[in-house]
């Protein structure tokens, strides 16, 4: 399944929370193949903006992996193609992550259908592109809220689980913009740049407990995003090929094998860890 399929689906409203499954709650994911210290059987994981773009890239190694998969985002519609298409190892549950008082709600949701969340990936975000002056405060906020703020109030809520279990990840989808200045992405990049500092935090507070916490800071991925973002601007596209090395964009995929990587055993000894996944962007040529 190619999750850009998914890129242009039709936004709508739909109520906070509403689930969506092809089959019963607890019926068996398919057997994976074996992927030994990289598999992810037994692990459920409950993937912000899972429905679209990088979300879904994720979603799709992990099922591939052996993972459950939950998949939250405002749309139930997109929510449910991905879902058929992912198969009986995923759920849906249209829920705004913004509602910072439904964090509890959702994880007691997730629990109750799925079982106890493993592997939590806040990737759900929303971009804006304007020159600092023209970005409002309002605006600022908006950003920040989405990205940074709601992370925060589900990881918060999904962490004593974690730390009562002694095992669990926590992985943020970062940015390029998390790591150099890209011009007209202010709020974007202040709430790009503040999971750094999350991602470092909880590391040093909750690893100790065995629960790991990562980032993947993606390049240029092919995505409903990136279309947004180079919308108008096709010299912007060609500066940025012009400086990766491998001379093309990447694919969602490309972000959810490296996410597999890091929840999986095989990266055990690794936490408070930032991965570029880029094409070789940021090596500074």
């Known amino acids: 399944m190619n999750p850009l399929t998914y890129a242009n689906r039709h936004p709508g409203a739909f109520p906070m929370s509403a689930a969506i499954s092809p089959a019963a709650d607890n019926a068996p994911a398919a057997s994976p193949p074996a992927f030994g210290p990289f598999s992810l059987a037994g692990q459920t994981a409950l993937i912000t903006g899972g429905g679209t773009g990088l979300g879904l890239g994720i979603a799709t190694c992990f099922v591939q992996a052996g993972a459950r998969v939950v998949l939250v985002g405002r749309r139930a519609e997109v929510l449910q193609d991905a879902v058929r298409d992912?198969?009986?190892?995923?759920?849906?549950?249209?829920?705004?992550?913004?509602?910072?008082?439904?964090?509890r709600a959702l994880l007691e949701q997730v629990t109750a259908r799925v079982g106890e969340v493993s592997i939590l990936v806040n990737n759900a975000g929303i971009h804006l592109k304007k020159t600092a002056v023209d970005t409002t405060p309002?605006?600022?906020?908006?950003?920040?809220?989405?990205h940074v703020t709601a992370a925060f109030s589900l990881t918060r809520e999904v962490l004593p689980g974690m730390l009562s279990r002694g095992a669990g990840n926590i992985l943020f989808t970062a940015s390029m913009a998390s790591l150099f200045g890209i011009p007209q992405v202010i709020a974007y990049a202040a709430a790009k740049s503040a999971y750094l500092g999350m991602v470092r935090t909880l590391a040093t507070e909750v690893s100790p407990r065995g629960v790991r916490?990562?980032?993947?800071?993606?390049?240029?991925?092919?995505?409903?995003?990136?279309?947004?973002?180079?919308?108008?601007?096709?010299?912007?596209?060609?500066?940025?090929?012009?400086?990766?090395p491998m001379n093309r964009f990447g694919q969602p995929e490309d972000i959810g094998w490296a996410a597999v990587y890091l929840c999986s055993p095989a990266a055990r000894f690794i936490t408070g860890a930032v991965l570029p996944v880029d094409g070789g962007v940021s090596i500074g040529f």
């Open 86 to 103: 992912l198969g009986p190892a995923a759920t849906g549950i249209a829920h705004d992550i913004t509602a910072l008082d439904g964090a």
């Open 138 to 146: 309002e605006e600022f906020n908006h950003v920040l809220q989405t």
């Open 213 to 244: 916490v990562n980032a993947i800071a993606p390049g240029w991925i092919e995505s409903p995003m990136l279309r947004r973002a180079m919308a108008g601007d096709p010299a912007r596209a060609q500066k940025i090929l012009g400086r990766t």
